[in-house]
């Protein structure tokens, strides 16, 4: 299965602090998303990114969010001013053809 | 996106064919059945999907009734490891298919 990295596998943050969750999909992924999913929760959908620029974006996604793929590999999700509800596991997911295929995900704590 | 419906949880003894169903009576023409798994919190795996025939691939197979409206999962041999949440989904073929909505999904347990 094609193999999305992310990095790290852990980050605790303390309130206010920005944090940047990193991802690097496989080279031919045309399409990327960011997912998350709080302790005991669904997984929810917040970001796809196409072509350098967001596709598509769900309510949860708001202004302290953003999404940037710099140089062209890796593709990351910066929250601005961490709050308490933003602790969740958030997954990177790159899509080949008509299927996505997630990285192994980034556990958020803040405290 | 169309409504899922799907049993909360399940037992299945392992080396057993586990067959994991899910409702989808709205499902309109353009859109696909998929199934994704989540192991213990890691990253959902994507298994199979389909239109409307059936499908087998090495992990598993996807058996749609004829009149789409609902979908079964089949893992032919189930061991431990693949006791996880298993997620029936449908989405509207195009670009944007990454765009996954998840619900509670069906908890199976795999036992020995």
């Known amino acids: 299965e094609p193999e999305v990295t992310q990095t790290p596998s852990h980050q605790v943050t303390q309130m206010g602090q920005e944090v940047i969750l990193r991802c690097v999909p496989i080279?031919?992924?045309?399409?990327f998303y960011w997912y998350r999913q709080i302790l005991g929760q669904k997984v929810e959908f917040l970001v796809s990114?196409?072509?350098?620029?967001?596709?598509?974006k769900s309510e949860i996604f708001d202004d302290q969010f953003s999404v940037e793929r710099p140089d062209g590999s890796n593709f990351t999700l910066k929250i601005r001013s961490t709050k308490l509800e933003d602790s969740a596991m958030y997954f990177c997911?790159?899509?080949?053809?008509?299927?996505?295929?997630f990285g192994q995900g980034t556990r958020l704590t803040v405290v | 996106d169309a409504k899922t419906t799907q049993p909360t949880s399940m037992d299945c003894a392992e080396g057993r064919a586990a067959n994991l169903p899910c409702n989808h009576s709205?499902?309109?023409?353009?859109?696909?059945v998929y199934w994704y798994r989540q192991i213990h919190s890691q990253g959902p795996q994507y298994i199979i999907h389909?239109?409307?025939n059936n499908e087998t691939n090495e992990m598993a197979s996807l058996i749609i009734t004829e009149d789409r409206k609902s979908s079964t999962l089949i893992l032919p041999h189930a061991t431990l490891r693949d006791t996880a949440v298993y997620y029936c989904?449908?989405?509207?073929?195009?670009?944007?298919?990454?765009?996954?909505?998840f619900g509670q999904g069906t908890t199976l347990q795999v036992k020995p």
């Open positions: 997911a790159g899509q080949i053809d008509t299927e996505a295929f």
């Open positions: 080279s031919n992924h045309l399409y």
């Open positions: 990114f196409y072509n350098n620029e967001i596709s598509e």
């Open positions: 709205t499902i309109s023409g353009n859109e696909y």
């Open positions: 389909g239109l409307k």
């Open positions: 989904i449908v989405r509207p073929a195009g670009s944007n298919t990454g765009k996954l909505i």
